[in-house]
C-alpha cells in the first residue's frame, strides 16, 4: 500500500480517506489532486526563481523576475529531465515539472550571483562582442552558487532573412542570448581556455609517479616529435610542431620544475612533459576531472587513433566552458572527488516530501595526494605560496595579486591564447572554485577581434572578488598538504 501512495503522489494523485474514524480507509473514491506549477526557489528558500507554468519549462525562465538568474534556471531544466527520479522519459519528466507542484531548493546564492553579474558588466558590457561568462560552484558538493554572464537572458531578434537549407542557423552576435553560455551543450562548446589545461598534463605527471621538483632544462623552442602541416608558422624541421615560449623573458628558458614552470606558464616544459606521458594520459584526466569535449572537432581528435598527434592539447585549444573549467579544479580542491554539477539542493513533492535520489553525485577519480599536490602547484600562479617554502620562482604575473585580493589560500591558473582570441581564469578555495571565460558568442566568427588590453585584467579582479565575497561568511581553511615523497626527492 505504501508505494501505491508514494506513486499516487508521484503522479499528483490523492487518495481519498473516509471520514469516519471508525473505518477503514478506502481507496474507492480516488480523484486528482489540482494539478499546479512546480517552483523554483534560490538558496536561501525565500526568494521565488521561476514557476514552471508555461507549456515549455524554459518559456518560465524567460520571465525569471532577475533576468540574470535565466541561465541558472535553463540549468535547473537541463538536469531536471536527465534525472530518473521525475519519470521515465523526458516528456514525462517535464510534464511533472509543469504540473507536479514540487519545490525545488535550487542552489543559486543570490547575494554572490549579484556580485558575480554586477562584476561581469562591468568588465565587460552586454554590447561588447565578446561573451564574459562565470560560474562558482561547491567542492565536494557539486553545487553551483552564481552563473553569469554579460549577455541578457532573451531571445535574440529574428534573422534579417529566412535561413535557405544550405545555411548555418542564424545565432545572434547581440546582447540577447538564451544559449548556455556558462554550461554548455552540443550547439555551445565553449571557448578555448589557455594554460588552464596545463594543470591535466601536470596532474597526470603527478599520477605517473613523477614528483613536483622534476626538473626540465628548458628551451625558448621545443622541437617536438608531434607533426603538422610543414608550412605552418609553428613548424620545424620539416613539419615537426615547435612552440615556443612567450612571456616573462627571465622564463623563455632555463630549469624548470612543475611549480615555476606553472606558476608562469612555460610552454616548453608542458609540451616536453606531455610528450614523455602520453597525449593520452592528459586527455584522460581532463575528463576523469570534469571535462566534457563537447566540440565535434575535439571529440575527433581525442580519440586513440588521433590523441596521440594532439599536442596542443596541454596548451588549452579544446572548448570548454565556465561550469566545467570551474569544476575541474573543485575536484582538485576536494581532494580529488569529482561531482556532477548540482544546481539543485532539495526537491519536495506536493506532499511536501523530500524526492529521493536527489543530491549531490560525487567520486572520487584521483588519489587525494596527487589532488594536493597538484593544488600545491597551482598556488604559485596566484600569488600564493607552496607548502614547502618558496618553490614558485621570482616574477610576477598577471594573477599574482589574486592571494591578496581574496584573502584566503588559493589555486588555479589563467590562460590568453597566442591570438588574444579567449582567455580564462580559474580560482578555487577549499569551499569554492570560480572559474571565467571570455570568447566569441556561439555559432558567431570570433574572427580576429582578439581580447582587448585590460580586459584580461578585469576578469582576474572578477573572479577574485566573487571568490572574496563568497568565502566571506565561512570559517577560513587552508588546503591540506601533499605528502613531501611527491614534492620533493629523498
Sequence with gaps: MAVVVVLAAALGVVLWRSQDSGKPATPAAASPEPRRASELYAADGTTLIARFDADDPRESCLRV????WGYFCDLVVTWWQAQEAFGVDVPQRLDRLRHGGYRIGGSL????????KQ????TLPVSDPKVFSLATIEPGTGLVKAMAANRNFRRPPPPPSPAGQDQP???SGGPDLVDPLVSGDEDTPGDEAGA?????TLVAALDSGLRLDHAIDTKRVYESNYRIDPHSPVACNGGHWCPANTGDPAYLSGRRTMWDAFGHSVVTYFVALQERLGVDKAIAVAQRLGIVLRAKED???SKPASGASWGAFTLGVSATTALDLANVYATLAADGTRCDPLP???VADAAGRAVPGVGPRCEPVLRPEVARAAIDAGRCPLGDHSAFGDRCGAGKVLTTTVRDAVGRPVSGQYGLTGNRRAFSVVVASPQLATAGMIGAPPGVNGGPVPVADGVPEGAVAAVATVVHDGLGPLPARDFTAPPRELALAP
Design 65 to 68: 523576475p532577475v533576468n540574470d
Design 109 to 116: 546564492d543570490p547575494r554572490l550571483q549579484a556580485v558575480a
Design 119 to 122: 562584476r561581469v558588466d562591468a
Design 169 to 171: 542557423p542564424w545565432r
Design 196 to 200: 588552464t589545461f596545463m594543470m591535466f
Design 299 to 301: 571529440q575527433m581528435l
Design 344 to 346: 539543485v539542493a532539495r
